[in-house]
């Protein structure tokens, strides 16, 4: 009676430690994103799922009210990234995706929503990027919501884990 006493306590244990592992990694390392809408068409349609590096620009650590933004082996976002980020004023939940146009010292200009780098106004400051959808009439880019700060950056897009419409792909 013992032995099966101890067995399912080292069973349960061993689920618990699997569970928390499991939420680490996804928490820490890596998540799947669906893409909800066409504001990425033609490079992500709806319904794809994303595998998003959290580690690529080094560990975030948000921490909330307990700890202050920080982000240990700190490594750069590289202009042509495809990003997954936080809108910074909250307006609409879970991950925004966008490819990075411009890194901080760039100087931009936009000219009919197009971005000019470099161009004449608008200094990026440090840790500030430029960010752009695929398309032009997706609201969560800088065109809309202007510079983007690094904290609010996930991390980066690495693969296409399902699509919907493989034959769109590049």
């Not at 980020?85 to 490819?99: E, Y």
């Not at 936009?110 to 990027?129: E, F, M, Q």
């Not at 959808?133 to 065109?143: G, K, L």
Request: proline fraction near 5%; include cysteine.
């Amino acid at each position: 009676m013992r032995k099966a006493a101890a067995n399912v306590l080292l069973f349960t244990l061993t689920c618990v430690f699997i569970m928390a592992l499991m939420l680490a990694l996804r928490t820490l390392v890596v998540s799947v994103h669906r893409v909800d809408g066409n504001g990425l068409l033609p490079l992500y349609a709806n319904g794809d799922r994303l595998l998003i590096n959290r580690c690529s620009y080094g560990l975030r650590i948000a921490g909330g009210r307990l700890l202050p933004y920080s982000r240990l082996m700190r490594q750069p976002v590289r202009r042509g990234d495809i990003v997954a980020f936080l809108l910074p004023d909250g307006t609409m939940s879970g991950l925004m995706i966008a490819r990075c146009k411009a890194v901080p010292g760039d100087t931009i200009s936009t000219t009919a929503g197009s971005l000019i780098v470099p161009g004449t106004a608008d200094c990026a400051d440090s840790d500030y990027y430029w960010l752009e959808a695929v398309n032009a009439d997706n609201p969560a880019d800088s065109r809309h919501i202007g510079l983007v700060a690094e904290k609010f950056i996930v991390g980066r897009v690495v693969k296409v884990l399902y699509s919907r419409n493989v034959s769109s792909k590049p």
